[in-house]
């Protein structure tokens, strides 16, 4: 069978770094491809080259046998090639049928456009109202809204990076049906995820990157998850561990918490009440939009609430700001790692400087000690292994993972008496997420309290000690994480939350 992308040595390189190095694969026609490697492995960099983004130093490509080279992405969905990116590129106050139209080239009429997107998205199992506004859509229906309409322009090669990252187990089965129903009708699918139980359940056939390099490929069915991670890393992974504990004294409490939506399409927190102690770490499960960045809003400060809602060791905090808690010891990361936890222009002593600055003892009479902050920044990537060229570089060049590195690292140095992450492993490799894992456990073990918000089910039941969900800003009672079953935790995450009394 002739292949219907061939990439035949493709090199990129930006100042300091080398993306891809002679990079050889091709991808067969109704074949689910997957591609793996590290954060910085250079995966980013090669599908932006197949889509146009980005123009490849030295190398070529050829689709359906043909030279391929496209210019920019308008010439590579014209030659059939589509992409679903990891972040939704969406306007929350614009219909589905008006986001789909932005993306096309020659878009229908309105009714006409209504009826092709209720046609196609019935026709492969992921039914929309195209008049329904994308602010009003839960995750997984705002990335049906990304897959429709690449689907709409009948591609031969969808791309697909991160996709299952924002949706519940539900979800995720749904959108391998789609998959492998495109697969069967002749479309090539490039998969891009870090989960790899998720590739061997998918994938045909799998290139694997390191340091910008292939080294390896394989079938994914016939190896283990663990083998494609060795692979990846270059060597065996360690699993995160954790003694047996008891957990101390009620560090954070949380009492009638109910903050209104600070925007539009927001979730408003209703009466949530919680307690974390020394030595544990709570995690906090939910589909995306049901409240977990306003949680975090209201936990850093970043939001103000009643004083008493919110106590540090028996003291009301909930007025204060950011600044003021984080010097009584409650330290946040946020989900959104650039333009939220870093600014992207500033380089990474100067990302040091804006949380650390109290805590480290970055400043002496007003002025910031910049010696002082590269040695922090410098401990940051040596500590947690963040790929960069130096401390000066800016945030923005640093790939997702190695920057989620950098913010969770910064935090965890800094000594939290509490530390709450929002998505601590999101889109960070296997071996970069076992090693946030470990890293919170440890911190936990020290005796700080843990707060671990993520819509990663396997990571919250394999480092929490007690689980609770978030639906619709309302919070489950809080059990505990080992006696759980996933059918329990489906049904606390669609709203269950009478099932069991808190466990304090």
């Not at 490509?61 to 992405?73: F, H, S, T, V, W």
Request: a negative charge.
């Amino acid at each position: 069978m002739t292949a219907l992308l061939e990439i035949s040595g493709l090199s990129k390189a930006y100042p300091g770094v080398v993306a891809n190095d002679d990079v050889s694969f091709s991808i067969q026609p109704g074949e689910v491809h997957a591609l793996l490697g590290e954060n910085g492995a250079g995966k980013s960099t090669l599908v932006k080259m197949i889509y146009g983004l980005v123009k490849p130093d030295h190398g070529t490509m050829r689709l359906k046998g043909a030279p391929y080279a496209p210019a920019e992405p308008r010439a590579a969905r014209a030659a059939g090639v589509a992409m679903v990116f990891q972040h939704f590129s969406l306007f929350e106050a614009l219909s589905v049928a008006e986001n789909i139209a932005l993306g096309m080239e020659d878009p229908p009429k309105p009714r006409d456009l209504a009826a092709r997107i209720r046609d196609v998205s019935h026709a492969y199992g992921l039914p929309l109202d195209p008049f329904r506004l994308v602010g009003d859509l839960s995750a997984g229906e705002r990335q049906r809204v990304e897959i429709i309409r690449c689907l709409l322009q009948d591609p031969k090669l969808l791309i697909m990076d991160e996709p299952t990252s924002v949706l519940t187990p539900q979800e995720v089965e749904i959108l391998f049906q789609t998959l492998r129903k495109l697969a069967a009708e002749g479309t090539a699918i490039l998969y891009i995820s870090h989960k790899l139980e998720e590739i061997r359940t998918l994938c045909d056939a799998a290139t694997i990157l390191r340091l910008g390099r292939k080294v390896g490929e394989c079938t994914p069915r016939a190896v283990s998850a663990a083998h494609m991670a060795e692979m990846m890393v270059g060597k065996s992974l360690a699993q995160p561990a954790r003694d047996t504990h008891t957990p101390g004294a009620v560090l954070l409490a949380v009492k009638g918490l109910s903050l209104p939506a600070t925007t539009p399409f927001g979730t408003s927190l209703q009466d949530i009440s919680f307690l974390v102690h020394a030595g544990e770490v709570l995690g906090i499960g939910g589909v995306a939009g049901n409240g977990q960045d306003e949680l975090l809003a209201a936990l850093s400060g970043e939001i103000n609430a009643v004083p008493e809602t919110i106590t540090l060791n028996g003291l009301p905090i909930g007025a204060l700001g950011p600044n003021a808690r984080r010097e009584k010891g409650v330290l946040c990361a946020p989900e959104e790692r650039l333009g939220h936890a870093a600014a992207p222009e500033m380089t990474l002593t100067e990302n040091a400087v804006l949380t650390a600055r109290i805590r480290r003892g970055l400043d002496q009479s007003g002025f910031v000690d910049w010696a002082r902050a590269r040695r922090f920044a410098q401990e940051i990537i040596t500590r947690f292994d963040v790929r960069t060229p130096g401390t000066e570089v800016a945030a923005r060049a640093l790939s997702g993972g190695n920057l989620q590195k950098f913010v969770i690292g910064r935090e965890i140095l800094q000594d939290p008496t509490v530390l709450v992450v929002n998505q601590p492993t999101w889109g960070v490799d296997a071996s970069a997420a076992a090693a946030i894992r470990q890293a919170l456990l440890d911190l936990a073990q020290g005796g700080a309290a843990v707060i671990v918000i993520s819509q990663d089910l396997d990571e919250l039941l394999e480092i929490s000690d007690r689980f609770c969900a978030l639906n619709e800003g309302r919070l489950s009672p809080a059990r505990d994480a080992r006696a759980l079953s996933m059918e329990e935790i489906g049904l606390m995450l669609g709203g269950a939350h009478d099932m069991a009394e808190v466990v304090a």
